[in-house]
């Protein structure tokens, strides 16, 4: 019988770079990394569109080009997923809604103010 060992894998505290020897150079902080300011509405370019690839062919909404932090995206999901009375999900810029639910979603992105193209 073999002994296994559990190890936690640690977050990196540093990315991208694995050693370096420029004596000015500064590491990033991961932390750092994807914490980017929301635009304001008005300078959001938002794409809707209809996707059915590698989910066994059910329907999902996807909205994409969202820029700002995850916070604002998942209210921002949360509001659709409210107005389409349905599930999904939002993460890494993407809003995820179930169902064929373009044309509505883009009115309400439109009535936030958001800049909406409907992609078919």
């Known amino acids: 019988m073999r002994n296994v ?18 004596e000015s150079f500064e590491y990033t902080e991961a932390a750092d990394i994807g914490m980017e300011e929301t635009l304001d509405k008005n300078q959001q370019h938002l794409t809707v569109q209809l996707d059915k690839k590698a989910r066994k062919g059910k329907m ?5 080009g969202f820029v ?7 209210a ?12 999904g999900s939002s ?19 439109e009535g936030e103010g958001y800049n909406v193209k409907i992609l078919k």
């Open 5 to 22: 060992i559990m190890t936690k894998r640690k977050k990196q505290r540093f990315t991208g770079v694995v050693y370096s020897t420029d």
């Open 60 to 64: 999902v909404t996807l909205v994409r």
């Open 68 to 74: 700002g932090t995850d916070e604002d995206l998942n």
């Open 76 to 87: 921002l999901g949360r509001l659709l997923k409210q107005k389409c009375a349905v599930g």
């Open 91 to 109: 993460k890494d810029g993407e809003i995820l809604i179930q169902g064929d639910f373009r044309e509505r979603i883009a009115q309400v992105l």
